[in-house]
């Protein structure tokens, strides 16, 4: 594989994440704080706490991001007339009281 495909395939999934994350209305805020304070850090010549936002900054949008698509996927679950079938048919499914 080429350099120039893999920094494409790269910049598509980083695209990707970005706009499913802040689709959470909390994650921007929060997201432009961490962008802050890694901007601090790379001035400060600080390696480690470079290092340790960018990682913490990744972690929450991959967390924002599932969050995200978990919730489209229930919602979709919800609406959809075959998992209800399976819902009522699957044998460890209890109706509420």
Same mark, same amino acid.
């Given at each position: +594989? &080429?350099?120039?495909?893999?920094?494409?395939?790269? @910049?598509? !999934? %980083? /695209?990707?994440? !970005?706009?499913? /994350? @802040? +689709?959470r209305p909390e994650r921007l805020p929060a997201s432009l704080?961490? %962008?802050?304070? @890694? @901007? #601090?850090? %790379?001035? #400060? !010549? *600080?390696? #480690?706490?470079a290092r &340790?936002? #960018? *990682?913490?900054?990744?972690?929450?949008a991959e967390e924002a991001a599932v969050r995200?698509?978990?919730a489209s996927l229930a919602a979709s679950l919800a609406d959809s007339p075959r998992a209800a079938r399976i819902r009522i048919n699957h044998p460890t499914h209890h109706e509420p009281p």
């Amino acid at each position: +594989m &080429r350099i120039q495909e893999t920094l494409q395939g790269l @910049l598509s !999934r %980083i /695209s990707l994440l !970005r706009g499913t /994350s @802040l +689709m959470r209305p909390e994650r921007l805020p929060a997201s432009l704080e961490e %962008i802050k304070t @890694l @901007l #601090a850090c %790379i001035q #400060a !010549r *600080d390696v #480690a706490g470079a290092r &340790r936002t #960018a *990682d913490l900054h990744l972690r929450n949008a991959e967390e924002a991001a599932v969050r995200v698509l978990a919730a489209s996927l229930a919602a979709s679950l919800a609406d959809s007339p075959r998992a209800a079938r399976i819902r009522i048919n699957h044998p460890t499914h209890h109706e509420p009281p």
